[in-house]
Nanobody
Framework: QVQLIESGGGLVQAGGSLRLSCAAS????????MGWFRQAPGKERQFVAK????????FNADSVKGRFTISRDTAKNTLYLEMNSLKPEDTAVYYC???????????????????WGQGTQVTVSS
């Protein structure tokens, strides 16, 4: 059974940094796009960043470009999100997700992802 477990969230002041991790198990992930999404209270789930199966291509939402970096360690089946220059508007629950189909370009729509972690809370104080 596929499991995705996020960690690394917490409370940080504006301008600070956090590194999120997502440990994947129960399947083969090296052939799938992996992504990060977030959801703030009262808002819809929002795409943050994605990385191709090879790790060679990444794409970030405009709101986090230049501040967040997505990466993956295929040998460890772990996905990362390095977050710098955090802002109060980054406050949300952050989720990692696995794409539905292997070996294809996956977009930013949450419906293109089939397995999700339980989420980790990131709170940025002003």
């Amino acid at each position: 059974q596929v499991q995705l477990i996020e960690s690394g969230g917490g409370l940080v002041q504006a301008g600070g940094s956090l590194r999120l991790s997502c440990a994947a198990s129960g399947g083969t992930f090296s052939s799938y796009t992996m992504g990060w999404f977030r959801q703030a209270p009262g808002k819809e789930r929002q795409f943050v960043a994605k990385i191709s199966w090879s790790g060679g291509r990444t794409f970030n939402a405009d709101s986090v470009k230049g501040r967040f970096t997505i990466s993956r360690d295929t040998a460890k089946n772990t996905l990362y999100l390095e977050m710098n220059s955090l802002k109060p508007e980054d406050t949300a629950v952050y989720y990692c997700a696995k794409s539905r189909r292997p070996w294809v370009v996956t977009g930013t729509d949450a419906n293109e992802y089939d397995y999700w972690g339980q989420g980790t809370q990131v709170t940025v104080s002003s």
